[in-house]
């Protein structure tokens, strides 16, 4: 039996930055209309201002659709958030900007949980600016952890075969090692092992783990917390089953490119995983929140308003962020237990 065709929610991120230049560029590549019907949730009108500052695109329309069951496969649908104009300040950090990010956000939500659309890439936002409306919004993986009810996420990088989660993600760095814990780090390593198996049908995962301190603490030299806390989480989790292995020095681990030996590796903090990462995946990464029921995806960078209207910002990492998306709704559709 054919594979259904899938319906991917695309929400248009932050109007003031790269969310439409990307989105435009990635979806005027036809073929990949033949792999999923595609709907932005955003502004027909914001579109076509930002249309108008790229070469080549005077010919790209979307297909407006009140509601996604009218989506038609092999166009690109737009359901419109709002009717009002919106301002478009390019490069700035406003309020309007983070409220029809938001509002964007909103209305795939609804629609996912209600099983009209398979999965959601979210173009990206600027948190400043959904703060200058919600104080409470935190960021996209918060967001759809608290609308799924689902306690434990995992902020998940991938390019290919390289694959990062973080313990810790939005978060002080001064503030990490009051927050990690053994059970934390041995929930995270759970929902990594789970969505290694299921979302990239990988079976016995090995999973590399990273200190926190310099030297791995070096025998407690640097710091406690390696033989305290992620050396005992680790040894745990490998009794149960999980086939966890460290902690490992960061620099080390990435210098000697030990990380192709291992299925995915999970770190202590943001910055430990983004900045080899970011190294390693050429711009082309891809940001996935796993442990969810549903299939969020996101390019792996930011709103860039330094180059936002020059027509120069890469459309690859939403690209691959909706190849991604597809590939695990088809994943999970055929898992087993």
Do not use: W
């Amino acid at each position: 039996m054919a594979d259904k065709m899938l319906k991917i929610g695309i929400t248009h991120g932050d109007t003031n930055g790269i969310g439409y230049e990307i989105i435009t560029k990635a979806l005027l590549d036809a073929r990949l209309l033949e792999l999923c019907t595609i709907l932005v949730y955003g502004s027909s009108k914001v579109a076509s201002y930002h249309r108008k500052l790229m070469k080549g695109c005077a010919d790209f329309k979307f297909n407006m659709v009140k509601q996604a069951v009218n989506t038609v496969q092999q166009k690109v649908n737009m359901i419109n958030i709002t009717s009002d104009d919106i301002k478009v300040d390019l490069g700035q950090s406003t309020a309007i900007a983070g409220k029809v990010s938001l509002d964007a956000l909103n209305l795939a939500k609804d629609d996912i949980l209600k099983g009209n659309i398979d999965a959601i890439v979210t173009a990206p936002i600027n948190k400043n600016s959904v703060r200058m409306y919600n104080a409470d919004f935190v960021g996209h993986t918060e967001f759809f952890s608290k609308i799924c009810n689902t306690k434990d996420v995992l902020m998940l990088m991938i390019h290919d075969s390289l694959r990062i989660g973080t313990v810790t993600t939005h978060c002080a760095l001064s503030d990490v090692p009051k927050v990690l814990n053994k059970d934390l780090i041995k929930r995270k390593l759970n929902v990594l092992n789970k969505s290694l198996r299921q979302d990239f049908v990988v079976t016995n995962p090995r999973i590399a783990v990273l200190s926190l301190n310099p030297h791995a603490g070096e025998n407690g030299a640097f710091g406690q917390e390696e033989k305290q806390i992620i050396a005992p989480a680790i040894e745990e989790c490998f009794n149960e089953g999980i086939y966890a292995f460290g902690p490992y020095a960061a620099d080390g681990f990435f210098a000697n490119n030990e990380y192709r030996k291992y299925d995915a590796i999970l770190a202590m903090y943001h910055d430990q995983a983004m900045i080899p990462f970011k190294l390693l995946s050429y711009g082309e990464g891809v940001n996935f929140t796993a442990g969810l029921p549903i299939v969020r995806t996101s390019p792996a960078h930011g709103t860039a308003y330094d180059i936002v209207g020059k027509d120069c910002a890469s459309e690859e990492s939403l690209r691959q962020a909706i190849y991604l998306a597809c590939d695990i709704c088809r994943n999970r559709s055929r898992h087993i237990d």
